[in-house]
């Protein structure tokens, strides 16, 4: 299935593929419930069309009516879906803020069982793609990492594996599927919860066995301390972005960040430090935007100051 008419981009035209996750984020907490539509590959293929590439999404959504708010919000937005059967209808998450105001998930049936296979139009916009972006994957499932490997064999890669703890059935199974697929991206997103709950906490011992796989770069986010972004230029980092209004929502920052980072790699690779540092700098202004409204649509500054002026858009 797919959303026909919408961008895939041409010869010549930059163009992004994200495969992972889309579901519907069922949040609970003092004002009531809302349904928001979700899932971190969908928010990194929106905030890839909201930063100007053609962009087409590979997920499982299911053919029941939270499959059709999913591919409606996904037309609204201009990207194209390239969706994956789903037997057990489509993923969704119920979100609750634990003590410490974190988010906790709690994933149906279908999310825990997600799979997806690729079709020859899948197959078609990964080989036409400038980049190919994977987040939240079922890393630890080795027909899915098997099929991943071979679909996307030659793409240049952006990866952030996004472990989910309720979606998470084998955590050893799942370092090594995602080690296997990492080994020969461009990029590599790592944050302090992926460190935590695979490899222990050492976010820096992370970053530096990324490094020793052979990942042309490797960026590490650590929340209120800012990013580090290790690339075969040299190392540099930013410290969180300071912007009008107040910290609304950090569910999306991650997404966000990926997404810019991302936009910024589709046609092709910074060729100095310097060039790496704009990029990062960019994507922690848009990681720092998006936090200033609730849930994971990506924001720019600009479209900030557009909102305060009643003039609505990216």
């Not at 020793?212 to 770069?217: D, I, K, P």
């Not at 930013?238 to 810019?260: C, E, H, K, Y």
Request: proline share 3%; with cysteine.
């Amino acid at each position: 299935m797919s959303n026909e008419g919408l961008p895939t981009g041409s010869a010549g035209t930059a163009s992004a593929v994200v495969i992972g996750d889309a579901l519907i984020d069922e949040i609970r907490d003092e004002s009531g419930v809302r349904e928001l539509v979700g899932g971190a590959a969908l928010n990194v293929a929106v905030g890839l069309r909201r930063l100007g590439v053609a962009t087409t999404l590979v997920a499982m959504v299911g053919d029941d009516e939270a499959g059709g708010h999913i591919r409606e919000y996904l037309t609204d937005h201009g990207v194209r879906l390239i969706a994956s059967a789903a037997p057990h209808g489509s993923s969704r998450a119920v979100v609750q803020r634990a003590a410490n105001g974190e988010p906790e998930y709690v994933f149906n049936e279908a999310a825990q069982r997600r799979s997806i296979r690729y079709s020859d139009e899948a197959r078609s916009a990964i080989a036409d793609a400038g980049l190919v972006a994977i987040s939240c994957f079922p890393f630890d499932v080795l027909a899915e990492v098997d099929a991943l490997a071979e679909a996307t064999a030659g793409a240049r890669l952006a990866i952030d594996p996004n472990p989910r703890t309720g979606m998470l059935s084998d955590r050893d199974e799942f370092v090594r599927g995602f080690e296997r697929v990492a080994a020969e991206a461009d990029i590599v997103k790592v944050g302090a919860d992926d460190a935590a709950i695979l490899y222990d906490g050492d976010l820096d011992a992370l970053r530096a066995r990324l490094r020793s796989l052979g990942v042309r770069a490797v960026l590490a986010t650590a929340g209120a301390d800012g990013a580090i972004l290790e690339t075969d230029a040299g190392t540099t980092a930013a410290p969180i972005s300071q912007l009008p209004g107040r910290i609304v929502d950090t569910v999306g920052a991650g997404d966000a960040t990926l997404s810019a980072v991302a936009a910024g790699l589709v046609s092709g690779t910074p060729a100095s430090l310097d060039d790496w540092q704009a990029l990062l700098t960019r994507a922690m202004d848009i990681a720092a935007a998006t936090c200033r409204a609730e849930g994971g649509l990506l924001r720019t500054p600009e479209s900030l100051a557009e909102t305060e002026r009643g003039v609505f858009g990216s």
